[in-house]
């Protein structure tokens, strides 16, 4: 009997360490459903922000194009140069793109906006410290930032996304899938 009871007992510190919510965010940490939806936002979302990012650069691209052609139409040689160094400065490199993913992915897949400067609690997230220990002004710069933001309060998110975000841009970045917006941005410049 007393095997039993001492199974019982560890079935619910299991069951509870994985169903622990933040009654701030109302979001749960951990678990096979957090994960799942960390997945689908990153290959809905990310995904589909990384192919408009593609579209916009060629965009640009074009634009440059054309303008170099109409200034530089009578001089071959510099028009070639000019024509090669867009290409090079619009094509964005394999480590430059991972950058960005990733930079996407803590920003708008990340439930609690862990390893963030919104992370909630009382100081900023050790993987701050870690980081940039070797700098110690950044890591002040970045301490005063989170105090601005903070002020007094511990959690300035509201289901994984910062409180005072425009609600017009909130509602447009769920609808197409993020599942966070760990940014302490107030106005949105697209």
Same mark, same amino acid.
């Given at each position: 009997?007393?095997?039993? @009871?001492?199974? !019982? $007992?560890?079935?619910? *510190?299991?069951?509870? +360490?994985?169903?622990?919510?933040?009654?701030? =965010? &109302?979001?749960?940490?951990?678990?096979a459903g957090d994960s799942k939806s960390i997945k689908k936002c990153v290959n809905t979302f990310v995904k589909t922000k990384r192919k408009q990012y593609g579209k916009k650069t060629k965009d640009?691209?074009?634009?440059?194009?054309?303008?170099?052609? @109409?200034?530089? !139409? $009578?001089?071959?040689? *510099?028009?070639?140069? +000019?024509?090669?160094?867009?290409?090079?400065? =619009? &094509?964005?490199?394999?480590?430059?793109d991972k950058i960005l993913t990733d930079s996407d992915i803590?920003?708008?897949?990340?439930?609690?906006c862990e390893a963030t400067i919104l992370e909630p609690g009382n100081k900023l997230s050790e993987r701050y410290y870690a980081d940039y220990?070797?700098?110690?002004k950044l890591i002040k710069l970045f301490e005063e930032q989170r105090k601005k933001v903070f002020g007094k309060k511990t959690n300035v998110l509201v289901d994984g996304f910062y409180e005072n975000a425009p609600k017009k841009y909130l509602d447009e970045i769920?609808?197409?899938?993020?599942?966070?917006?760990?940014?302490?941005?107030?106005?949105?410049?697209?």
């Open positions: 009997m007393r095997k039993s @009871l001492n199974n !019982k $007992n560890r079935t619910r *510190k299991s069951a509870n +360490t994985k169903t622990k919510t933040n009654t701030k =965010t &109302k979001t749960k940490r951990g678990g640009i691209r074009k634009m440059l194009e054309k303008e170099a052609r @109409l200034k530089f !139409k $009578n001089d071959k040689p *510099k028009l070639d140069e +000019t024509l090669k160094r867009i290409k090079e400065f =619009t &094509k964005p490199s394999k480590e430059s803590l920003t708008f897949c990340n439930p609690n220990k070797s700098n110690k769920k609808k197409q899938g993020a599942i966070s917006f760990c940014s302490p941005a107030t106005k949105i410049i697209k």
